[in-house]
């Protein structure tokens, strides 16, 4: 068992949670309730050392209060506590009639920022079945191995399931399942797409197994305030990068970048309009406020550091338009906005951040 793994299991034994066996094809294990076994929530392995002891400290007074936990108290009373426990409101007015929820942010023009590549883009350009340089082909990989959305990655369909499973058992509403349905059958669809690109380039990686490795998408999802602010965040950076992929130098990637950019702020506004029902009860936006210390600094984080040595490369061969702290400040700007307007106070932008 790996030492972050222990550490996963230590923390939540503390509060009265038991960490089952992992999820389909591993990587993410079931968090179920040492009172009575009720499913609460999901974690994956690839935390970073010490952060789930860091996040348990700041969120065990939630379980005391309620906002956190199995619906029969366990937690509460472990940690200390004995008030009813909080259930996500079930008036976030959406459901499957509202997709796709791209629709609404395009309606009134480009809702992102563009990002214009330079020479790079000018002076390559590749399709497939094309010779290509080393470098070239060695970033090209390493970018659709961080994307993960591929049908040939078992690890991208592990992931999928935890987000079918925590949809069933903690979804507010039949409409909000549905919700979840649609999304999952888009990202179907992505992978697919990106599947095809992939075999397009090398049939052996199109296969390859490649686990999510940025702590993100390890955070433990323990409530529909957790799941909501997950979307929120980590499909919007998709969003994001998929903008830049517009002009890449790769025409596979020109080809389903717009698709793929619109269907991501979909899923992102699906995360958003949750976070709406939820902020209308009051114990749901303070819930809401305490997690985003957890979310904030791990989407920020998503882009890298601002100094990685590979970020010139990518532009150089016109993979990307710009280097991680200029898309990385775009998108805080986007965010911000949109957290403002739930009546959020944002947190500080360093706080807790692991990768500057």
């Known amino acids: 068992m790996s030492q972050v793994l222990e550490e996963i299991r230590e923390a939540y034994r503390s509060v009265g949670i038991r960490l089952a066996d992992s999820a389909a094809y591993g990587t993410y294990y079931t968090l179920r309730c040492a009172g009575c076994d009720r499913y609460v929530g999901v974690v994956g392995d690839r935390l970073l050392p010490g952060l789930m002891a860091a996040l348990m400290e700041a969120q065990r007074g939630l379980y005391a209060e309620g906002l956190l936990g199995c619906r029969c108290g366990h937690q509460a009373v472990a940690t200390g506590g004995s008030p009813p426990p909080w259930q996500a409101p079930a ?6 009639e509202d997709w796709p929820l791209w629709r609404e942010p395009y309606a009134h023009g480009d809702p992102l920022p563009a990002f214009p590549h330079g020479d790079g883009a000018g002076r390559h350009r590749f399709n497939e079945g094309d010779a290509l340089p080393e470098e070239y082909r060695s970033l090209l990989l390493k970018m659709l191995a961080h994307e993960g959305e591929r049908a040939g990655n078992k690890s991208f369909w592990g992931f999928m399931s935890t987000c079918a499973d925590l949809a069933e058992a903690l979804a507010p509403s039949d409409g909000a399942k549905g919700v979840k349905a649609e999304y ?70 020109t080809k389903i970048a717009a698709t793929v950019e619109r269907d991501e702020l979909g899923h992102s506004e699906m995360g958003y309009r949750f976070l709406v029902g939820i902020c209308r009860d009051a114990r749901g936006k303070a819930l809401a406020q305490h997690l985003l210390e957890k979310w904030y600094p791990a989407a920020l984080d998503m882009f890298g550091r601002s100094d990685s ?30 957290i403002e307007a739930l009546g959020l106070r944002v947190p500080e932008e360093r706080k807790n951040r692991r990768f500057l």
Do not use: C
């Not at 490369?313 to 965010?335: D, S």
């Open 91 to 96: 008036h976030e007015r959406i459901g499957p």
């Open 184 to 253: 999952l059958a888009e990202e179907m669809k992505h992978a697919i797409l990106f599947h095809r690109l992939a075999a397009g380039l090398d049939p052996t990686f199109a296969l390859k197994d490649v686990p999510y490795t940025h702590y993100a998408f390890h955070l433990p999802r323990e409530s529909w305030a957790d799941d909501a602010l997950f979307h929120f965040f980590v499909d919007l950076n998709g969003a994001f990068h998929s903008r830049d992929w517009r002009e890449s130098s790769y025409v596979p990637l």
């Open 309 to 338: 040595p590979n970020a010139p490369k990518f532009i150089q061969w016109g993979l990307k338009g710009v280097g991680n702290a200029e898309i990385r400040q775009a998108y805080k700007q986007y965010a911000d906005r949109k």
